[in-house]
């Protein structure tokens, strides 16, 4: 874990320098859809910033929005030109769907390409490549995953990656037992003039439902699961920078 | 009538069809010889007959045939031929060869004809639109004779699934019951069972519907669930509903409610049938307008689906309908073989494989696709996104999706199935609202989910020529209605060739 005042850093303000490469943005909007066509998912997702009437290209998260629904908008300004959907580009980016419900704004391409889409570097190989088993030796260790803001369902070609490689370990390294510590950012922040907080349930959720997968995919291993709420965030690298998205987790704990 | 010889019903559509002429055209368009030898077209329980190892029927489209390995199989005192419960119908009574192992709504109009509505496929538990409407006459049955729908009676209100306990998050209310089974004495949600209407699904190919690409259900986000006889993951692909994870637990199923039989199945009935099911496979082995689809390199009919692994993913591997890519560059010497029809339709085939994989379109709305995933909603894709197995064409992941086919306002206004509303008591549906009215709300009748209503497991796309009408409660009454559907669901704005390439695809799998 980096220092706190890495973490400071990391959580510095955002719309003030928004168009510096690597600051952070965080907003709450309503999506907009470019049909762009490249191909398969191919199309493109905006959300403008209500603070700075910025519109932004949201195309690299791994969940993707509901254009009828609100959106949490979370990133760093990238450098990538904003040629493929017609806005500056977010990258890394997670966009969380919100309950509220939103105009639906569908536009068309208006010449922009889009993105053919390219598998991401988070992606599973089908069963029937072998794993290579992981080398010892084997001592306590820490997986985390990851969830949509007020979530508890796994994010595909995300999360089933971090645990497709933690099981991988965990058949290895044989522990005695799993601790899942599911956590929620229950301290309500305002962003975009809103209020927002986890649910203090969702912690137990993630807990539940990361011990229900992993009972599945390691039958037999006992697992206990805990829950935390005022989440702090962490630097772990598969939250990619994004203090919000780090929060929103959950740990397992292989304890031998 | 003797055994090995046509019947009647199957000399008129040879004639009709005019298949001889179409099937001499020569060795670019024969492979072997198909259809003539065939036996009685219908299988009744407890015949008796041997079970060849290579079947052919003719179709409107065609030919299916049934390949079975290590075939022949004496059907004779074999719990899938015959009548073990008390019905008098066996499991073959509605996985008909020559239906590609599933059932037609033709031939149950021809059984009802033939048999004046005796035959036990009309039992008044599942083959009349309710057991208690009058069971001589043809309308008690008109959901049969129509649209090929079996009553699917399930318990109402669900209480556990894979293993655990379930308490659903939804309440569900009658709204229309044209038929009585959904109200009255013992019937409905308030006498716990809800009476739906649907097809059979096609008992050949299984291995397909049985495999695992990966261990993930990314539509309800957890590992895939654990098979409680090996303890290996389960597909979900097997059931309209994904009410049973394997074959025993299917044929229980079955075997109590269709069967009715009292009893529970024998270990030793179990393994002979699961034994018959994972050795037969059936496609589509000649075209009417196409001839042999093994020809000119094509490797349509069922020996590329015994020879081939299940579960592949086609955007990975091998590309979903590459068996007739070589139809799409036909040589001059080649086509100089075949007739100018016969060249048009195979090319017409090879376009529509392209036009399945490629013809991209806004995709919105669709639960399983469009939430709870992350694709986004809408998302753009094509057929193969959700139909992304090679060479079967259903999902490689458990493919519980919601077309809207049995759930309005997308499905057709149709007032002879029962409706019912279904009220989300937490969260919303994502896409229809607190309140949805549905035909049948599918796999949420099984997983308890108000997220779930409407989802119906993707199934092969094998010997569909054989199997009108389609989709889980018969919408599509042919191919081209299937096209349709898809067209008017999602505005895809296919071209006319687009859609008469993709019926045409479709008639050859």
Not at chain 1, 169 to 190: C, D, N, V
Not at chain 2, 239 to 245: C, F, L, P, T, V
Request: hydrophobic content about 35%; some cysteine; glycine content about 8%.
């Amino acid at each position: 874990m980096k220092s706190a005042a890495t973490l400071l850093a990391l959580l510095a303000p955002l719309s003030a320098h928004a168009a510096e490469t690597g600051a952070l943005v965080r907003f709450v909007s309503c999506p907009v859809y470019r049909d762009a066509d490249s191909g398969k998912k191919s199309g493109c997702w905006l959300a403008d910033d209500p603070a700075t009437g910025l519109r932004w290209d949201v195309s690299h998260s791994p969940y993707k929005p509901d254009v009828g629904m609100g959106v949490l908008v979370e990133g760093r300004v990238s450098a990538e030109a904003p040629t493929a959907c017609g806005a500056p580009v977010l990258e890394p980016v997670r966009t969380s769907r919100l309950d509220t419900p939103c105009v639906r704004h569908v536009l068309p391409a208006e010449g922009y390409p889009g993105r053919k889409f390219k598998l991401p570097p988070r992606n599973i190989q089908p069963l029937s490549v072998a794993r290579p088993v992981p080398p010892g030796p084997y001592a306590e260790r820490t997986f985390v995953t990851y969830f949509e803001f007020d979530r508890d369902f796994l994010v595909y070609q995300y999360d089933d990656f971090i645990i497709d490689n933690a099981v991988t370990w965990l058949r290895a390294a044989k522990p005695k037992k799993l601790i899942i510590t599911g956590y929620a950012a229950t301290r309500p922040e305002t962003v975009t003039g809103r209020k927002l907080a986890e649910r203090p349930q969702v912690a137990q959720q993630r807990a539940d439902a990361m011990a229900e997968t992993l009972s599945r995919l390691l039958p037999g291993l006992p697992i206990e699961t805990r829950a935390k709420l005022a989440a702090q965030p962490t630097d772990h690298p598969d939250a990619d920078g994004i203090p919000g998205q780090s929060q929103r987790r959950a740990e397992i704990r292989a304890v031998f | 009538m003797p055994r090995g010889r046509p019947s009647s019903a199957l000399r008129r559509r040879l004639l009709l069809l005019g298949l001889p002429a179409a099937v001499l055209a020569g060795a670019a368009t024969q492979s072997v010889r198909v259809g003539a030898d065939a036996p009685d077209r219908w299988w009744s329980p407890g015949e008796g007959r041997v079970f060849p190892a290579t079947l052919d029927y003719t179709n409107d489209h065609g030919t299916i045939r049934t390949l079975v390995v290590d075939g022949p199989i004496e059907t004779k005192g074999h719990p899938f031929f015959e009548p073990i419960g008390t019905n008098g119908r066996a499991c073959v009574t509605c996985h008909q060869p020559a239906d590609g192992m599933s059932l037609s709504a033709r031939t149950a109009r021809e059984r009802w004809d033939a048999t004046g509505g005796k035959d036990p496929l009309f039992a008044a538990i599942d083959g009349s639109n309710c057991p208690t409407l009058p069971q001589g006459e043809r309308a008690s049955h008109s959901l049969l004779l129509e649209r090929g729908l079996l009553r699917i009676e399930r318990p109402w209100p669900v209480r556990s699934f894979n293993g655990k306990p379930v308490k659903p998050d939804f309440r569900i209310e009658v709204v229309r019951d044209p038929n009585g089974c959904n109200s009255g004495p013992g019937r409905g949600p308030e006498a716990g069972n809800i009476s739906i209407y649907r097809r059979p699904r096609p008992v050949a190919n299984l291995k397909y519907l049985l495999a695992v690409g990966f261990p993930f259900d990314p539509k309800q986000g957890y590992a895939l669930p654990l098979d409680p006889d090996d303890g290996k993951p389960q597909s979900g692909n097997l059931m309209a509903d994904n009410r049973a994870g394997n074959l025993r637990l299917q044929m229980e199923d079955a075997a109590a409610s269709h069967l009715q039989l009292m009893g529970k199945l024998t270990p030793q009935q179990i393994d002979r049938i699961r034994d018959f099911e994972l050795r037969i496979y059936a496609a589509q082995q000649e075209s009417v307008q196409g001839g042999a689809l093994d020809t000119l390199g094509a490797e349509g009919g069922p020996v590329k689906l015994r020879d081939s692994q299940p579960g592949a993913l086609g955007s990975i591997g091998t590309p979903v309908w590459s068996e007739f890519a070589a139809w799409d560059r036909i040589s001059p010497a080649d086509a100089a073989r075949l007739t100018p029809e016969q060249l048009a339709f195979r090319q017409s085939v090879a376009r529509g494989a392209r036009v399945f994989r490629d013809r991209t379109f806004l995709i919105f709305d669709s639960a399983g696709i469009n939430s709870r995933m992350g694709f986004g909603n809408p998302v753009r894709n094509s057929c193969v996104f959700c139909h992304n197995m090679t060479q079967m064409g259903n999902d490689v992941a458990p493919g519980q999706v919601d077309l809207g086919t049995t759930t309005l306002p997308f499905a057709d206004p149709w007032d002879d199935l029962p409706l019912f509303r279904v009220t989300c008591l937490g969260e919303p549906h994502p896409h229809y609202g607190r309140v949805i009215l549905t035909y049948d709300p599918g796999f949420a009748l099984t997983s308890g989910k108000c997220a779930d209503v409407g989802k119906i497991t993707l199934q092969s796309m094998r010997g569909l020529a054989a199997r009108a009408p389609y989709f889980s409660n018969g919408l599509a009454k042919d191919l081209r209605a299937v096209v349709d559907y898809y067209e008017r669901r999602y505005n895809i704005g296919y071209t006319e060739q687009e859609k008469q390439d993709l019926v045409n695809l479709m008639s050859v799998l």
